[in-house]
């Protein structure tokens, strides 16, 4: 994994642990305060210690998780203009990423992603035209002992439309617009699964956080009920 990555990742595990501390002294604070068991399971599975709501919605997710894998490629594009010794005009730039998909294969998971990138010597030229890339990175581990090696990185033309370089693995999950170099340059998605099992997730869509916080207090009362 590169450095850059891996310093993330640290800071993203610092901060649950810093989340998991406020959430003992909250404990400990409000038990001293008299509040009853339930009432503190209540608010700490509705709030976090700040008092923001731990509202779950499909666009916070997207936007976190594409915030994430922006960061992510950012570090693998600086990383190929050191490699390929592209620096000041020459070197990329990251626009975007536009695409991204965890794929399965067998026993081993992958992430795909397409993302575009400029250079400053493109920006003068006024070319108005992107690099596609498409990456293609291994993935082994979980949590803090994950580790990804870049499998395949390059450059990908965005028109191309051969059916002969379909990827099960992201086609099955409904990212159709991927584009992918020759089969032989990454290894996962070849196979063709079928579409694989999701866990559904409880989202919220609501904007109205009082009717959120209402309904999400009541079904955990039902289930804590009696104990």
């Known amino acids: 994994m590169p450095k850059e990555v891996k310093t993330r990742a ?3 595990q610092r ?3 810093q989340m998991q501390h406020l959430h003992k002294l909250c404990w400990r604070w409000l038990k001293q305060d008299g509040v009853s068991d339930m009432d503190i399971i209540v608010r700490q599975s509705i709030y976090w210690p700040d008092g923001s709501i731990k509202k779950r919605t499909k666009s916070y997710a997207t936007e976190k998780t594409h915030k994430r894998m922006c960061q992510l490629v950012q570090a693998l594009v600086d990383k190929y203009n050191e490699d390929h010794n592209l620096f ?6 990251l626009q975007d990423v536009l695409h991204y998909q965890s794929v399965r294969d067998k026993f081993m998971g ?23 890339f498409f990456v293609e990175i291994r993935r082994s581990g979980r949590g803090k002992h994950e580790e990804m090696l870049v499998n395949c990185f390059c450059m990908v033309n965005p028109t191309d ?6 990827c099960y693995g992201c086609a099955n999950q409904g990212s159709v617009d991927m584009k992918h170099p020759d089969p032989c ?9 079928g579409r694989p099992f999701e866990c559904v997730e409880e989202w919220s869509d609501s904007e109205d956080d009082a009717e959120y916080v209402k309904t999400k ?7 804590y009920e009696g104990l």
């Open 88 to 93: 000041g005009d020459l070197a990329h730039m």
């Open 10 to 12: 640290n800071r993203v």
């Open 110 to 132: 992958y992430y795909h992603l397409n993302f575009t990138t400029k250079t400053k010597e493109a920006d003068d030229l006024d070319a108005g035209i992107d690099n596609l």
């Open 161 to 166: 439309n051969d059916e002969d370089k379909i």
């Open 185 to 193: 340059k990454y290894d996962g998605g070849h196979l063709d699964m």
């Open 15 to 17: 901060r649950g642990m």
């Open 217 to 223: 207090e009541a079904k955990i009362r039902h289930m």
